[in-house]
């Protein structure tokens, strides 16, 4: 199949992107041959747009990254972050000023192994740095030729203008889904006003609105799901009847559950490109299946009050205040 494409600002990519993260944190142990053998299926079916972060298993997703594309980078467009930093109990923190962003590109570049980043995020915004600043040095960055494009991850719109008029956000990535919906009232509106682009990521509820995670026993110690508070025992079970709506209405299109919940947010316009995590070529495969599922609009109504009732918040208190600003 073909993967049609679509824009993030001036910026063409494929419909559909795939998320890296996976592959080296927060979801149980990684494969590293699996992983770059899901990397290059990606870019056999036209799946071009490759997110990875600095802070992804400390550096080793980009370097993961990099290997697999080393003898394809011109088939990709390729997006990383700064601007999460934890400190030494590993809470976690931000930082934008600009000689932290300039160091973060370099060694970014170098851990990926490229001359250039195609797509370079602002990943948290940090309270104590202008917004101006750090738009600024990516700017810089922009005029160095070691960057392309700029986006900005997890903002509010307020910041999200002040960035863009600074130096044009090409896209905002933030979390979208069946069951998160903070960006429809007013950030996303926004976005589609000044022409940004907007990249949902956990389009699939992190795995939840496919129907594989029915109780919290089978979240391992090492899956970051267990520290969640939708994940939690009680939460999950109240949360689990958004999965049976979905999978209904799933079963009656033909498709799986994981694929109509994909739909749903590709529908929300032609400048958003979900980018579903995956560290398997399997699910790959079932994800991009969805990059040309249309719904009809009597479906699209049904899907938008499936999300109304989730029960818990997104993230433990401490990493929410990071989120918004």
């Not at 870019?43 to 972060?53: F, I």
């Not at 390729?78 to 809470?91: E, N, Q, Y």
């Not at 170098?110 to 917004?131: E, S, W």
């Not at 979905?246 to 529908?267: D, F, M, N, P, S």
Request: with cysteine; glycine share 10%; net charge negative.
């Amino acid at each position: 199949m073909t993967i049609p494409t679509r824009t993030l600002g001036a910026l063409t990519v494929s419909a559909q992107g795939l998320g890296c993260m996976g592959m080296s944190q927060s979801y149980g142990t990684g494969d590293d041959t699996e992983s770059i053998a899901t990397i290059h299926r990606a870019l056999d079916l036209g799946v071009g747009l490759l997110d990875t972060s600095n802070v992804y298993g400390d550096g080793a997703n980009e370097e993961l990254v990099g290997r697999a594309i080393a003898d394809r980078r011109d088939e990709v467009v390729l997006a990383t972050k700064f601007g999460i930093v934890r400190d030494g109990s590993g809470a976690m923190g931000a930082r934008g000023d600009a000689a932290y962003v300039a160091q973060c590109c370099d060694e970014s570049l170098a851990r990926l192994g490229v001359d250039h980043i195609d797509l370079y995020y602002q990943h948290r915004v940090d309270p104590d740095t202008p917004i101006e600043e750090t738009w600024g040095a990516l700017a810089e960055l922009v005029e160095a030729g070691k960057i392309r494009y700029a986006g900005i991850s997890e903002a509010s719109a307020a910041t999200i203008r002040a960035a863009h008029a600074v130096h044009p956000v090409t896209a905002l990535q933030s979390e979208w889904s069946l069951w998160t919906r903070d960006l429809e009232p007013e950030i996303a509106p926004t976005c589609a006003e000044l022409g940004i682009g907007v990249v949902p990521f956990s389009p699939l509820g992190r795995g939840f609105l496919t129907g594989s995670i029915t109780s919290a026993d089978q979240l391992g110690k090492g899956d970051m799901r267990s520290r969640l508070p939708r994940f939690s025992e009680d939460n999950l079970a109240a949360n689990l009847a958004i999965v049976d709506t979905v999978r209904a209405l799933a079963e009656k299109r033909g498709v799986t559950a994981g694929q109509l919940a994909l739909a749903w947010v590709q529908a929300k316009g032609e400048h958003v490109v979900p980018i579903p995590g995956t560290k398997r070529r399997t699910y790959l495969e079932e994800n991009v299946a969805a990059a040309t599922l249309e719904l009809t609009a009597e479906e699209i109504t049904e899907l938008d009050a499936v999300g109304a009732g989730v029960a818990g918040a997104r993230y433990p208190e401490a990493m929410q205040r990071t989120v918004g600003r």
